[in-house]
C-alpha cells in the first residue's frame, strides 16, 4: 500500500510539474493591466455613483414637489367645493330677489298708474275748482249789482261767467 501512495504522489507530484509549467507567471505584465483597468474602473465607477446620487437627490426633490402640488390640489378642492356650496346659496338669494323685484316692479307700475290717475284727477278737480270760482265770482257780482238796483250790471256778470258756471255743474255731474 505504501507503493501506491507513493506511486500516487509521484503522480501527483508530476502532475503539478506540467500545471505549472504551462500557466504561465504573473509578472509585470499582468500588474500593469490590472493597474490600468483600475485606473479606468475607478474613474467611471465614481462617476455611475455620482450620477446615482445625483438623480437619487433630483428625484428626492421632485417627489418633495409633487407632495406639495398634491397637498395644495386637496386644498383647491376643498375651497372649490366650498365655493360651490356658497355658489349654490346665492343663486338661491338670486332667484328670491328676482322674485321679489318681479313683485315689487310689478306693484311699482300699479302705484305708478294709479298715481297717474290721481294727478289726471287732481288736474280734473283744479280746473273744476277754477270753474267753480269763476262762476262764484260772477255770481258774486251779480248779487252786488242786483243789492244796488242795477240789473244790466248783474245780467252781464252772469252772462260772463256762464260757460263756467256750466263747466263746474258739467263736471260734478
Known sequence: MI?????????TDTVEEEVRRRIPR?????????????????????FLRHNQEHANAEFDATRRSLDVAQHQLKV???DLSWLRQDLGAVKGQV???TTALSTYTAQFHQAQAALARV??????????????QSCLGGVEQALNALSVGDGESAVGALRAVSSSCESALGSDG
Not at 507503493?3 to 503522480?11: E, I, K, N, Q, S
Not at 504573473?26 to 465614481?46: D, E, F, K
Open 76 to 78: 383647491l378642492r376643498a
Open 95 to 97: 332667484r328670491q330677489s
Open 3 to 11: 507503493t501506491g501512495t507513493l506511486a500516487d504522489r509521484a503522480l
Open 119 to 132: 294727478r289726471s284727477q287732481l288736474s280734473t278737480q283744479g280746473t273744476d275748482v277754477a270753474a267753480l
Open 26 to 46: 504573473r509578472g509585470w505584465r499582468s500588474w500593469a493591466v490590472v493597474a490600468v483597468t483600475c485606473t479606468l474602473l475607478v474613474p467611471g465607477v465614481w
